[in-house]
């Protein structure tokens, strides 16, 4: 039987193996990407689809955590690429300066990656779904946490205080993620 450290030491040669192959195939998809260019905007949108889904496939092999890395370092090469403001694709939510892509699960402010836990992907998700709406602790823990979760409403304070200092310049005083008081929290003003 294997030591804790010896399992460690192959889950670490092991995780750095799928990186260099997973960043051998990104670079692949970039490489296809680029060469690409002089295409029409029709020709270029289906080689960004296909290319989307190769990623989506290959990182069905490699594992769930790859597929974001991929389809993302794909979205990056499309806005570099593509010269001027993008609209947003039916798979992003903006809510300037934020950008929130729904398929691979990522935030950017002002084009820089913030990094997420998956609850506070899902309480950011429910608040730029709803901007302006008051929500309440008990709407925000159904939401989040589902009907069954039986632990208290101050989950959401410490998860919302999380998330501010993430997203938030200052996070004593919110700008986008904001309180109503006696009630909950709303995005924005």
């Known amino acids: 039987m294997p030591t804790i450290i010896e399992c460690i030491t192959q889950a670490e ?14 670079k692949e998809i970039t490489d296809d990407a680029e060469a690409r260019r002089g295409e029409t905007i029709k ?33 990056a090469l499309f806005r570099r690429t593509g010269g001027g403001e993008e609209e947003a694709s039916p798979d992003e939510i903006v809510e300037a300066p934020f950008r929130l892509n729904t398929r691979n ?4 402010k002002n084009g820089q990656r913030i990094k997420l836990t998956q609850v506070e992907y899902n309480i950011i998700k429910l608040f730029m779904e709803n901007p302006g709406k008051a929500m309440s602790r008990e709407d925000i823990l159904k939401a989040v946490w589902g009907d069954d979760f039986s632990g208290e409403l101050k989950t ?22 904001t309180t109503v008081w006696g009630f909950g929290y709303k995005w924005g003003y």
Not at 45 to 66: S, T, V
Not at 105 to 108: D, G, I, M, P, V
Not at 157 to 172: H, S
């Open 13 to 26: 040669a092991k995780g750095a193996e799928l990186k260099k192959q997973a960043a051998a195939r990104a």
């Open 156 to 177: 959401v304070d410490v998860n919302i205080r999380r998330l501010r200092l993430k997203i938030e310049a200052d996070p004593t005083e919110p700008e986008f993620l």
């Open 105 to 108: 699960r990522t935030l950017e």
């Open 43 to 75: 020709e270029a949108h289906d080689a960004g689809r296909a290319m989307i889904q190769r990623a989506k496939d290959e990182a069905e092999k490699q594992g769930a955590a790859l597929a974001a890395e991929l389809t993302a370092r794909v979205d």
